[in-house]
């Protein structure tokens, strides 16, 4: 297959190795033209997947028109705030009717779309919509480490059809028909991992962390029911799954925000030594405003929301969830 990832991000260039890796073609696109350019006369992106080397069949672009070429499927792999840029670029281009895979994990800035939503809202007549989601590090993806991921549209026949080709030895594809389901899964369990992160950097322990990621889990299923999701799909790998790797892993970049805020930092401090997009942190505000709309419940939710907003304490966040009325589970 033909592919074309939008975006040169470390999780892009890790599905781009892995694609290219296993008989695919891949284009990938980004607006800088010197990024391209050292990527593509390097073989590595130095700048946010250092020391991979890309594949031969894997080639880097600034023109999209270029990347575009006999692409049969584009994969957004561009931070959430990027995505709607993008389809309205491939739109422009004359590639709106190309089947489309958003990678990236969120609700968007001010209209609290999920991902395949801003598409649609673009791009109304293309019947071929869907997210990828599920547990995955780019950097064990690009040293072909196997995982497990899902592929969700509500377009189910294609889906199926697009994770059989696209299954590998590396990468299992499991085909989802609960689009919501893994699309809310993605972007909720990133604030999630914020919260365990702050509560293992003030040495709460391996309780405390057990109990964030398993009520985590419950405000997750709990805003993802109310928004027309099935519940069973956060007990799968875009839910739990992924949940359990971003709170966990030592790879996460919104574990490693709650890390720096329990030492003191200022937000902006932690965000600027990561380097990267940190996508829990705006999707904190989103979720805040979803769970009011939806009159859902979600206290580590809103506790995360009066810390970005400098209204809590780091410190205090831990001693308010255990103040909270008892309440059966």
Not at 89 to 106: F, R
Not at 127 to 152: N, R
Not at 229 to 252: R, Y
Request: hydrophobic fraction near 45%.
């Amino acid at each position: 297959m033909n592919i074309t990832i939008i975006g040169t991000g470390a999780w892009g260039t890790a599905l781009g190795i892995h694609f290219s890796q296993h008989g695919h073609r891949v284009n990938m696109w980004t607006h800088n033209a010197e990024h391209a350019r050292v990527i593509q006369e390097s073989r590595q992106n130095e700048r946010y997947l250092p020391g991979f080397a890309l594949p031969e069949n894997l080639n880097v672009f600034a023109d999209l028109k270029t990347a575009l070429y006999d692409s049969q499927l584009v994969l957004v792999a561009t931070p959430v705030v990027g995505l709607r840029g993008s389809i309205e670029m491939l739109k422009e281009y004359g590639a709106g009717d190309l089947p489309i895979l958003t990678a990236c994990k969120g609700f968007e800035l001010d209209t609290g779309l999920l991902t395949f939503q801003v598409v649609q809202e673009v791009l109304p007549d293309n019947p071929k919509i869907g997210v990828l989601s599920g547990p995955s590090f780019a950097q064990e993806l690009a040293k072909q480490l196997p995982c497990a991921i899902c592929l969700a549209s509500e377009n189910f026949e294609w889906i199926q059809q697009l994770a059989q080709e696209l299954n590998s030895s590396v990468m299992r594809l499991y085909a989802n028909d609960d689009v919501i389901g893994v699309s809310v899964g993605g972007a909720v369990k990133n604030i999630m991992a914020i919260a365990t992160g702050l509560s293992d950097g003030l040495g709460y322990g391996l309780n405390a962390r057990a109990a964030l990621v398993t009520r985590g889990l419950a405000e997750i299923t709990r805003l993802a029911v109310a928004m027309g999701a099935q519940p069973k799909t956060m007990m799968g790998l875009a839910g739990m799954g992924d949940l359990i790797l971003t709170c966990t892993g030592a790879l996460s970049r919104n574990r490693k925000v709650g890390l720096g805020l329990a030492e003191g930092k200022t937000l902006h401090q932690v965000l600027k030594e990561i380097g990267h997009v940190a996508e829990g942190v705006p999707t904190i505000e989103e979720v805040h405003n979803a769970a009011a709309k939806h009159q859902i419940d979600m206290p580590i939710a809103d506790m995360l929301y009066q810390l970005v907003r400098n209204e809590l304490a780091a410190t205090d966040v831990m001693e308010r969830l255990m103040q909270r009325e008892p309440k059966s589970e």
